[in-house]
C-alpha cells in the first residue's frame, strides 16, 4: 500500500508539471511551441518574453499555489467539522472578503462617495492593493468573530457551520445594498473583480500566497496524526491526548487564512475546496499523511485544467477561471450528495 501510495503521488506530481508546461503555450497570442520555448530562455522577440515572464508565468505559479492552498484548505474543513460538504467558503470567508473589496471599489474608488460617473476618476483613483487588503481584513476579520462566539459558545461543528451560514448571509446582503447605491462605473468594476481571474495575479502576490500557504501546510502536516485521530471522533482523538478544541480552532483559522489570501487576490474560486479532497481521499484513503500532499496536487492540477481551459474556449480574452471550476465542481458536489445518500440507505 505504501508503495502504491508512493506511486500516486509521484504520477501526480509529473502530471501537474507536465499540466503546468501545456498551460505555458496556451493563450490568446497564438505563440507557437518553438515561440514559447525560445521566450522561456530570453531568445525571442521582446513581446514574447514579456508574455511567458509577466503573464502566464505569474498566472501558472498563481494556479500551483492557490490550487494546493484551496484544496488542503477544504480536506482540512472537512476532517475538523465532521462535514464532507464543508470547503474554504464554509465560514463565509469568500462572502466577507466580496463586500470588503466592493466596500473599496464602490465606495473609495469608483463609486457614490469620490468619484462619482466620472471614469477618470475612478482609473485615477483606485488601488488594486488597496482592494485586496481590504477584502483580505474583512475576510480575517469575519472568520475571528465566527470562531470567537464559537468559543464563548460550544465549540462544536455544527455551531462553527451555521454560524459560518450566518455570517456569509449578512455579508451577501451588505454587498447588495452597497452595489444598490453604486454607480454604472463602480459596479461594473466591482462586478469583475468578484470573477476569479488568474490574469491578476503578479509575482509579489504569488510570493505573499506561497508564504502562507507553504507555513499552513507545514502545520497541517505536522499535525496529521492528530486529524486521523479525528476521524475516529472527538472523544477518541481526546482520550489520545488531543486538545480537540484548540486544534479546531487553530485549523479553521489557518484554512481560513489561506482562503482569505486566495480570494483576495485572485477573487472567487469555486469548488476546488470540495473537488479536490474527495478525489485525493478516494485514491489515497483518509490518511493525513498521504492526503494533505495527494489534496494538493490535485487542487494545483484541477486549477491549472480550469485556467488552460478558460483560455482555450475564450476566444481571445479568458473566461474567469472560477466560472469554469464552478462548472465542474456544480456536477460533482451533486454526484457527492447522491452518493451520500446511495450509501446511508444501504
Known amino acids: ?194 470573477f476569479g481571474d488568474l490574469g491578476r495575479a503578479t509575482y509579489e502576490t504569488d510570493i505573499i500566497m506561497l508564504l502562507v500557504v507553504l507555513a499552513s501546510l507545514l502545520f497541517f502536516i505536522l499535525m496529521s496524526w492528530k486529524y486521523n485521530a479525528l476521524l475516529s471522533g472527538s472523544s477518541t482523538a481526546a482520550s489520545l491526548g488531543v486538545n480537540v478544541e484548540r486544534l479546531r480552532f487553530l485549523s479553521l483559522l489557518l484554512a481560513s487564512l489561506i482562503t482569505a489570501v486566495c480570494v483576495s487576490y485572485l477573487g472567487i474560486i469555486g469548488f476546488v475546496g470540495i473537488i479536490c479532497p474527495h478525489i485525493a481521499k478516494k485514491l489515497l484513503g483518509q490518511d493525513h499523511r498521504i492526503s494533505i500532499p495527494a489534496s494538493a496536487l490535485t487542487g494545483s492540477l484541477l486549477l491549472l485544467a480550469a485556467d488552460t481551459l478558460s483560455r482555450s474556449i475564450g476566444s481571445g480574452s479568458a473566461l474567469p477561471v472560477g466560472a469554469v471550476t464552478s462548472l465542474l465542481g456544480a456536477p460533482f458536489f451533486i454526484a457527492v450528495i447522491l452518493g451520500g445518500w446511495r450509501h446511508r440507505d444501504a
Not at 12 to 24: D, H, N, Q, S
Open 1 to 194: 500500500m505504501k508503495k502504491k501510495n508512493t506511486l500516486i503521488l509521484i504520477l501526480l506530481a509529473a502530471t501537474v508539471f507536465a499540466m503546468a508546461l501545456f498551460c505555458l503555450f496556451v493563450g490568446s497570442s497564438h505563440m507557437t511551441p518553438g515561440e514559447c520555448f525560445d521566450a522561456l530562455f530570453r531568445k525571442g522577440s521582446a513581446s514574447a518574453v514579456r508574455i511567458i515572464y509577466s503573464i502566464r508565468i505569474p498566472r501558472i505559479l498563481a494556479a500551483l499555489i492557490a490550487g494546493a492552498g484551496l484544496s488542503v484548505s477544504g480536506l482540512i474543513m472537512q476532517t475538523t467539522l465532521g462535514n464532507r460538504m464543508a470547503s474554504p467558503s464554509t465560514l463565509g470567508v469568500s462572502n466577507a472578503a466580496v463586500f470588503g473589496a466592493n466596500l473599496s471599489i464602490i465606495a473609495l474608488a469608483g463609486g457614490f462617495l469620490t468619484a462619482g460617473k466620472n471614469i477618470s476618476f475612478y482609473s485615477t483613483g483606485t488601488n488594486p492593493y488597496a482592494t485586496s487588503l481590504l477584502a483580505f481584513i474583512f475576510s480575517v476579520g469575519s472568520v475571528l468573530l465566527i470562531l470567537g462566539l464559537c468559543r464563548l459558545r460550544s465549540f462544536s461543528p455544527s455551531v462553527v457551520v451555521l454560524a459560518g451560514i450566518a455570517m456569509g448571509s449578512v455579508w451577501t446582503a451588505a454587498t447588495t445594498i452597497l452595489q444598490f447605491y453604486a454607480t454604472d462605473v463602480g459596479l461594473s468594476a466591482a462586478v469583475i473583480w468578484s
